[in-house]
């Protein structure tokens, strides 16, 4: 067996410790960090995906409510309720899941909650902040969780030829953004590929790190890595598996099992970027709180 896994468990465990002294240094000044969520709809992955960050909100101590909205709630009354958490004292972070009924303009949501409430990253102006290298932005999640973890593991990434697959808000487009800043694990040389990419698998054959967010189950085949590139695995797709109870299973962007052996470095998933996402988003409300502190 390959040692060469990359234990996002382990490291979300240990910036979860990291945070529990942060936390508890803002309850002996009189504040609790609070995260408001909200769900539109019954969307199986999304009740799935805030359950789990409800969770860790328990573990590490903070304040957290969820507002369950039916699928046929008005873009309107959506404001409003993000209208209420923007003034709320009690509340630091507010997340809104993600994706929205269609007859609700995402743009719209994510651009109406306060810039420091956006514990997400997706309000305009911490994108735009993300694109100036401005640090006193929030970032989205995902992404900052991969550059943790590139971080924490050691992989050099200055002057990495770096590939990312997928172009989307969430992952692609802010991956990229990241990795071509100055600074510590960034600096690199980023390739966007997405659905009009002439020829995806020459990029990815380049490529020191490959990380993959298209959201294409196993997408990434062996003879597309080139041997000891680093792989990150942001995908999670449910497919048929006439094996398991469900009959269905997740799995990623990557063919794990084929590319593990050729890659350098590779996060199993699960257990790879997940949980980075969860510890991002724990620190960013962590840090929202500071903040409403200190102003
Ligand atoms: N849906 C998938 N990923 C995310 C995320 O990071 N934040 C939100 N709000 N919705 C998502």
């Known amino acids: 067996m390959v040692a060469n896994l990359i234990d996002g468990r382990a490291i979300a465990a240990q910036i979860q410790l ?15 960090p609070g995260l408001a969520f909200v769900r539109v709809g019954e969307d199986p992955a999304s009740k799935v995906y805030v359950g789990r960050k409800e969770k860790a909100c328990a573990e ?9 909205l039916p699928e046929k709630t008005s873009e309107a009354e959506l404001l409003a309720l993000i209208g209420k958490l923007n003034s709320a004292k009690h509340i630091h972070g507010i997340l809104v899941q993600a994706p929205l009924p269609k007859h609700i303009s995402e743009a719209k949501v994510f651009s109406t909650v306060l810039p420091t409430k956006d514990v997400d990253g997706f309000h305009p102006v911490n994108v735009g902040k993300l694109m100036l290298g401005d640090e006193s932005g929030f970032k989205p999640c995902t992404p900052a969780g991969v550059v943790e973890l590139l971080v924490r593991s050691g992989v050099k990434t200055d002057g990495a030829e770096v590939v990312v697959l997928g172009r989307g808000n969430i992952v692609g487009k802010p991956m990229a953004a990241m ?8 600096n690199s040389t980023v390739t966007i590929c997405h659905s009009a990419t002439r020829d995806i698998a020459a990029h990815c054959r380049r490529a020191d790190i490959i990380v993959a967010a298209l959201g294409v189950a196993e997408f990434l085949k062996a003879d597309m890595v080139k041997p000891g590139a680093v792989v990150m695995d942001v995908g999670v797709n449910r497919v048929p598996d006439a094996t398991s109870k469900t009959g269905t299973k997740l799995v990623g962007d990557v063919d794990f099992k084929n590319v593990r052996p050729i890659a350098g470095r590779i996060t199993p998933n699960p257990g790879g970027v997940g949980p980075m996402t969860i510890a991002m988003l724990l620190q960013n409300t962590v840090r929202a709180a500071e903040q409403f502190l200190t102003n």
Do not use: F, M, P
Request: charged share 20%.
């Open 18 to 32: 990291e945070l529990a002294a942060r936390v508890a240094n803002l309850k002996a000044r009189g504040v609790i």
């Open 60 to 68: 590490l101590g903070l304040v957290s409510e969820t507002h369950i």
């Open 179 to 186: 990795l071509c800043q100055k600074g510590k694990g960034a």
